[in-house]
């Protein structure tokens, strides 16, 4: 068996024309025999959501490799947690969770276990900011290029996936790049 993985921009850096694209595209990608998907279940929706929902039609799915994060932060979060109502949806305990504190993990853990766990990434990542998004989430100095300072390149928006692909490039695996126009 293969371990797929399949990561990228949130469904906002997309138009609805792009979307249409890479659910397409990602459905060519888990097309293979024998393969299962590992992704990041972002709460940003978008690529990680998309490739689970199209796993789960092909049969490439398995909770096992679906990595999600516990707080939205990049490091990992340290919280107390006083009784059951305050722990978050996404911290699984096997014993006792509420009346002290716990690590949630963060973006970078969860990239970092989709990294170990992929045996090939594809990143697929919008070539451009759809119009109306926000003028204070790009970088000025690029002018109308996108930037994402994770692989320093202007060819794409910014995402969090490059950092996971160059980590598992840094393992000695293969990463796909797919920029979407």
């Known amino acids: 068996m293969k371990v797929i993985g399949v990561i990228g921009n949130g469904e906002d850096k997309f138009t609805p024309k792009q979307a249409i694209v890479v659910k397409d595209l990602i459905r060519n990608i888990l097309s293979e025999k024998d393969i299962?998907?590992?992704?990041?279940?972002?709460?940003r929706k978008g690529v990680d959501i998309w490739a689970e929902e199209i796993a789960k039609?092909?049969?490439a799915y398995d909770e096992s490799f679906i990595f999600s994060p516990q707080t939205e932060?990049?490091?990992?979060?340290?919280v107390f947690i006083l009784n059951e109502q305050d722990i978050p949806k996404t911290h699984h305990c096997w014993d006792k969770c509420y009346g002290?504190?716990?690590?949630?993990?963060?973006?970078?853990?969860?990239?970092l276990k989709i990294a170990d766990a992929a045996d090939i990434v594809h990143v697929i990542v919008s070539a451009q900011y759809p119009i109306g998004y926000p003028?204070?989430?790009?970088?000025?100095?690029?002018?109308?290029k996108p930037f994402c300072?994770?692989?320093?390149?202007t060819n794409h928006v910014k995402s969090g996936a490059c950092y996971t692909a160059i980590k598992a490039q840094k393992l000695g695996k293969m990463a796909i790049w797919h920029i979407i126009e």
């Open 36 to 43: 299962k998907l590992t992704s990041g279940h972002s709460w």
């Open 57 to 59: 039609e092909v049969g």
């Open 73 to 78: 932060n990049w490091p990992d979060k340290k």
């Open 100 to 111: 002290g504190w716990h690590w949630l993990d963060g973006y970078q853990s969860r990239n």
């Open 135 to 144: 003028p204070n989430k790009k970088f000025p100095q690029f002018g109308d």
């Open 149 to 153: 300072y994770h692989c320093k390149k």
